[in-house]
C-alpha cells in the first residue's frame, strides 16, 4: 500500500487539514451514527469483502531519493491475499523507470515485468520470479514490510486502524467515482492503530512503520452507503511512509490472480 522500495521489489508495494463540523452520520436505516460508529460499521464490513480493485498513488522518500508510483491494482483477500497489478508510473530511487510495469503476487510469489528490467534478471525472458525469501536474501529488502504496505492499503486493515481515532469526525459529503460517499477526517498514533491488528498483520506493520509508535496517522475516508470505503489517504508524520491515495471500486467483482505463463518467467532467486 507501500514500503520501502528497491528496483527489484519497490513494485510491490495530502492530508488535509482537519475542519470541525458535526460529529455525525446517518447509517442506511436512517439512524444517526456519531463519527466513530461510522468508521467502527465500516470497518465490520470490511471483513466480509472477498475482491475488489483500487487506483492507488503513492509518493515519499527513501534513504532521501523520491520514489513514486501509481498504478491499478486487483485485490483478493481470500482464501489467501493475491495481487495483481498494472503500473503507470514508476519513480524508484529518484530515477524514472521507463515502460509500464506490472506485478502478480500469489501464493508468496512475486512475478515481475518491467521492460527496462526484467529481461536483465530472467535471461531474457519479460518476467521475473523471485520467492519473498528470494528478494531479501538478494537486496537486503525487508520484503515482509514491502508487501505489508502493499496490503495495508486494503480496506480491512486500513479501517480497522482508523478505528482508533479519537478526533474522526464528519467532514460532510462528496462524491467518489460517481458514488454518494460521507468524508471522515481523523488521526491516530501508530500505537494506537496497530493495537487493532491482529498479531500477524500488527508484526507487518510494525516493520513498515519502524518508529516508537507515537508518530500520528494522518487520514480521510470517504464511505458510502453500505458502509464500504470508497477512498482514502493517509500519511505517517515523522517517517518516510508515503503519503498515499486509494480509489476503490468493482467491490465483489470476479477475476482471477494468475501467474504468467512458465516460458515467459526467468528466476531471480
Known amino acids: 500500500m507501500r514500503r520501502h522500495f528497491t528496483a527489484a521489489a519497490a513494485l510491490v508495494l495530502c492530508v488535509t487539514g482537519c475542519k470541525a463540523t458535526t460529529n455525525e452520520s446517518v447509517s442506511g436505516g436512517g439512524t444517526k451514527l456519531s463519527a466513530s460508529q461510522s468508521i467502527e460499521l ?26 513514486q508510483m501509481v498504478g491499478s491494482f486487483k485485490f483478493r483477500l481470500n482464501p489467501s ?83 482508533a481515532s479519537s478526533d474522526v469526525h464528519d467532514a460532510g459529503g462528496e462524491t467518489v467515482d460517481g458514488v454518494s460517499t460521507t468524508h471522515f477526517q481523523g488521526s491516530v498514533t501508530i500505537q494506537a492503530a496497530l493495537s487493532r491488528l491482529d498479531a500477524t498483520d500488527r508484526s507487518r506493520l510494525t516493520d513498515v512503520y519502524r518508529t516508537d509508535g507515537s508518530n500520528k496517522i494522518s487520514f480521510d475516508v ?48
Open 42 to 67: 465500516t470497518a465490520r464490513k470490511s471483513k466480509t469483502l472477498q475482491t475488489f480493485a483500487a487506483d492507488i498513488s503513492e509518493s515519499g522518500t527513501a534513504d532521501g531519493k523520491t520514489t
Open 81 to 163: 491475499p493475491a495481487v495483481s497489478a498494472d503500473f503507470s508510473q514508476l519513480q524508484l530511487g529518484g530515477q524514472n523507470v521507463s515502460g509500464s510495469g506490472q506485478v502478480v503476487f500469489l501464493n508468496n510469489i512475486l512475478y515481475v515485468k518491467v521492460p527496462i528490467l526484467s529481461p536483465l534478471l530472467s535471461g531474457g525472458r519479460p518476467w521475473f520470479k523471485v520467492s519473498l525469501n528470494g528478494i531479501q536474501a538478494l537486496t537486503g529488502v525487508n520484503v515482509t514490510a514491502v508487501i505489508g504496505g502493499l496490503l495495508e492499503t486494503t480496506p480491512l486493515t486500513l479501517t480497522r486502524m482508523f478505528t
Open 222 to 269: 470517504w464511505v458510502d452507503d453500505q458502509h464500504r470505503p470508497r477512498k482514502s489517504t493517509f500519511s505517517v508524520q515523522g517517517t518516510n511512509t508515503p503519503t498515499s491515495t486509494t480509489i476503490i471500486y468493482h467491490y465483489g467483482q470476479e477475476f482471477q490472480v494468475s501467474a504468467p505463463p512458465a516460458d515467459q518467467v526467468g528466476g531471480m532467486g
